[in-house]
């Protein structure tokens, strides 16, 4: 039995999971300064031990595999939670497909990760709910009854409350408006799709999807409390120094933009640049 264990043991620290950690500067170097390195390594880690399609997936095409993960890390989320990894059979190219998916809960907090809102609300209406909005409301009129027969889906909505109290756009959906959606999602009638598994999931991954169109995003409201603080600190200099110790201003001063960094010369750029790190009698798709 203690060859068994460690036998698996050996297999859990070869694969793909020796590429997250031959790789484990890059993910460090993508992650969002309030995310834990070690902490997202880990994670991704016992993702992995805990789906086992997943990690046979991974194994099978590496590059793939951490195409997602890159991903997921350069948002900030947490793999199989608020990111998921998704993974389909390509009979034709005789290999498998993963696509990386972010939750509706990782959309959520997105959303808040900007620092505008103080709340986002998304909520399935069933055909049995009182559900009332006319353009004249700040907010929807949703009645539901928890505990009875709701009866089938048949529109979602998400609205954000921003930090001053004001309601941001709300985003009401129709069942059609939906399933428009799900149409052209890739591979949304596989048995094991997103929309076939988690349909509720991702109606409200929709909905709120949308509502980051009226919310800001977090380059958006960064670049604003960037420009207020230096209209705010230019104000104080000018009354606590004299006029006549001012120094001229310059007509065009600069705008503090938030733009996106370039990406790292020496890290993988491609789905050819990953098969290189999976450790030789690995597995992995080469």
Not at 101 to 116: F, K, M, N, S
Not at 129 to 136: L, M, Q, Y
Not at 218 to 236: H, N, Q
Request: net charge negative; aromatic share 8%; proline share 7%.
């Amino acid at each position: 039995m203690s060859q068994t264990v460690r036998g698996e043991v050996a297999r859990q620290e070869s694969g793909p999971a020796a590429v997250i950690t031959q790789y484990a500067n890059w993910f460090a170097s993508i992650l969002p300064s309030h995310v834990d390195k070690r902490g997202f390594i880990a994670l991704a880690k016992a993702h992995l031990r805990k789906n086992s399609k997943l990690a046979a997936a991974a194994e099978r095409n590496p590059s793939g595999y951490m195409m997602c993960l890159s991903e997921c890390a350069r948002l900030g989320l947490v793999p199989g939670d608020t990111f998921h990894i998704l993974h389909f059979e390509n009979r034709r190219a005789e290999t498998v497909d993963l696509v990386g998916v972010v939750d509706y809960t990782g959309e959520i907090e997105l959303i808040y990760r900007a620092g505008a809102v103080s709340a986002v609300k998304a909520e399935i209406v069933y055909e049995r709910d009182f559900f009332r909005f006319t353009p004249d409301m700040d907010r929807p009129d949703h009645q539901p009854d928890w505990w009875g027969e709701r009866g089938e889906m048949a529109g979602v909505y998400a609205y954000a409350v921003m930090k001053d109290g004001a309601t941001s756009r709300v985003v009401v959906m129709s069942r059609d408006e939906v399933m428009k959606v799900k149409a052209v999602s890739k591979r949304s009638s596989a048995p094991d799709s997103p929309w076939q598994q988690w349909e509720d999931r991702m109606w409200l991954k929709t909905a709120v999807h949308q509502l980051k169109k009226w919310v800001p995003t977090s380059a958006e409201y960064v670049r604003e409390t960037l420009r207020a603080a230096a209209e705010a600190d230019a104000t104080r200099n000018r009354h606590r120094t004299p006029p006549s110790q001012q120094e001229p201003q310059p007509e065009d001063p600069v705008d503090a933009e938030i733009v996106e960094e370039p990406a790292d010369a020496g890290a993988p750029q491609g789905a050819d640049d990953w098969p290189e790190a999976v450790p030789p009698g690995s597995g992995g798709a080469a």
